[in-house]
């Protein structure tokens, strides 16, 4: 995705970097501090310029993330200059911000949207899943350390005065600023300490607009069940509800909606019905990952529990000749593939003994032996390896593993994290890349001397010697048209998608689809009302 370049006139007022912020974390083990004093100081701060609206699912998935982005495009075709902000998301799809700050890409993909350069100041806190109870916690771009997820629901509320600094500094420079929840605000058991949902809009004084999912039945308990369990404060924050997902005739649900306006008194703001390709736009988090029927050139992902920037194949299903086929748990990896593409993993030694529990060791390797290939990126070529090692404990206990041995490397992990945005090309085809780099950890050996990639000047990445298997550290590069094209050649695969105008096209549909059915101009005017 190539972003339309960041206004002049606004530039200015940016910070140099997410990591200007006053506020600072004590230690890597989930105690928090600032130096700014009260948080009631940082709430005298003066208001914001803006107008702001913040957008609520009635769960997870409900389409909020893809809502925001399309009533930042809408606004901005308007001819206003929206900005997205979420003060706490949790996934493992993540994006490098240019001062190498890391954000949720959903966040990325609403500043696109939005026509902006992502900054990480619109994602303040990300929470990255590491095992099934704990998580990897960023804070205005870098990391914080790890926290289980009890400890912190105690440390959350500390991170309230980094997330209001966050949103404060944005507001000044936009005419609205779009901000979504998380999760859902009717999770009574999270209320205290929220930093995302009920809690941001009431310490911003932001008015909510609620989103219900019909697809997932229920709906009407969904909404008036949220207002039920909300205190009266919170819900009072709650302006209007949108319903999406809708599939048919959008009247037959005319009698539900006023039913819900006279169970809530919330305004009623529309139905949205299905749109058919927002697979096309990337996944918030791995829920939203699922095979893609294409062409007969098929590429085989086996899904693994921590994977992490998924969104490296969205390209790769965007191309109607390939078939890219997500492996579930219990099923063998295909033999008809024509690649095998091992994608990031938040936890590389824990992923690295799931795919050998469930036997994926032995078809990867089988598959190289008929002679397809193996492409790992990040964790995945962390796993192609002769070994890694954690000497420090990074992902738990120090120790290591055997990896596949497809690549005549081996990998250290340590604490010391690399973000970055860099650029260069495949030595292969010469065809130029860009993308960035999240990873813990470094890979050498004499596979090295055979370097995928040469970026900013250096070798990246490495090849076998019978050019079968490779991998580099670098996410985004089948988002690039020319790399991709030369790569889908190779398995027999012809290119024909423009990738980012395929992204462009699809936000603007997205736009209009909403400009359909939606009452935008009551929308805009509840953004109005603080």
């Known amino acids: 995705l190539r972003p339309e370049p960041w206004p002049a006139h606004r530039s200015a007022q940016w910070p140099r970097s997410c990591l200007d912020s006053p506020w600072r974390w004590q230690n890597q083990h989930g105690t928090a ?11 005298r701060l003066p208001r914001f310029s803006s107008t702001p609206l913040m957008v609520l699912g009635t769960s997870s998935g409900a389409g ?18 929206p900005l997205p902000f979420k003060g706490q998301n949790m996934s493992n799809n993540a994006w490098v ?12 993909l609403q500043a696109w949207a939005a026509g902006l350069e992502p900054n990480c100041t619109m994602n303040p806190v990300l929470l990255k899943p590491e095992s099934e109870s704990g998580a990897q916690v960023i804070v205005q771009g870098k990391r914080r350390g790890s926290l289980e997820a009890f400890g912190y629901r105690d440390a959350a509320p500390s991170l309230l005065p980094n997330v209001l600094e966050s949103f404060h500094r944005l507001a000044a420079a936009h005419d609205l600023i779009l901000v979504e929840g998380a999760g859902s605000p009717a999770e009574t058991n999270l ?9 941001f809009a009431r310490a911003a004084g932001v008015p909510v607009l609620l989103a219900g999912d019909i697809d997932r039945g229920g709906v009407i308990a969904q909404i008036v069940g949220t207002q039920t369990v909300l205190e009266p404060a919170d819900a009072a924050m709650i302006r209007g509800f949108l319903i999406n997902r809708f599939r048919g005739d959008v009247r037959l649900f005319d009698d539900g909606l006023r039913d819900i306006v006279t169970r809530t008194g919330w305004s009623a703001l529309g ?3 299905w749109f058919a390709d927002a697979w096309r736009l990337p996944a918030e988090d791995s829920e939203g990952l699922a095979s893609r029927p294409g062409g007969a050139v098929k590429i085989v992902v086996p899904r693994l529990g921590r994977i992490a920037n998924f969104d490296d194949l969205d390209p790769l299903s965007a191309e109607p000749g390939v078939t890219v086929d997500i492996i579930e748990p219990g099923r063998a990896l295909p033999g008809d593939a024509a690649a095998i593409l091992l994608p990031g993993s938040k936890s590389t030694l824990a992923d690295l003994a799931e795919l050998r529990a469930h036997g994926w060791d032995i078809d990867i390797l089988a598959h190289w032996r008929r002679g397809g290939q193996v492409i790992g990126l990040c964790g995945g070529y962390q796993m192609l390896g002769r070994a890694l090692r954690d000497p420090s404990g990074v992902e738990g206990a120090p120790g ?9 490397v081996v990998t250290v992990l340590g604490r010391e994290k690399r973000l970055a945005t860099v650029s260069g090309w495949e030595n292969t085809s010469r065809a130029a890349v860009s993308g960035y780099e999240i990873h813990m950890g470094q890979t050498y050996g004499p596979a090295c001397a055979t370097p ?14 019978d050019g079968r298997v490779m991998g580099a550290y670098i996410h985004g590069i089948f988002a690039n048209d020319a790399f991709r094209r030369a790569f889908l050649a190779r398995l027999g695969a012809e290119s024909q998608t423009h ?10 549909a997205l736009a209009a689809h909403l400009r359909t059915h939606l009452d935008l101009d009551r929308i805009y005017a509840l953004s109005a009302d603080v």
Not at 34 to 43: E, M, V
Not at 97 to 108: F, K, N, T, V
Not at 191 to 199: K, Q, T
């Open 64 to 81: 909020k993330s893809l809502m925001t982005a399309a009533l930042c495009r809408v606004l901005r075709r308007r001819g206003e200059t």
């Open 97 to 108: 911000d240019q001062a190498g700050g890391e954000m949720a890409y959903s966040q990325a």
């Open 271 to 273: 139905v949205v019905p």
């Open 499 to 508: 990738y980012a105008a395929t992204i462009e096209q699809t936000l603007d």
């Open 191 to 199: 209320r205290r300490g929220d930093i995302a949902n009920m809690g």
């Open 400 to 408: 290591g593993a055997m990896g596949l041995g497809l690549l005549d």
């Open 452 to 465: 995928w990639f040469t970026i900013d000047d250096r070798p990246e990445g490495a090849i076998s010697p």
């Open 33 to 43: 501090s600032h130096d700014l004093g009260s948080l009631k100081a940082l709430q």
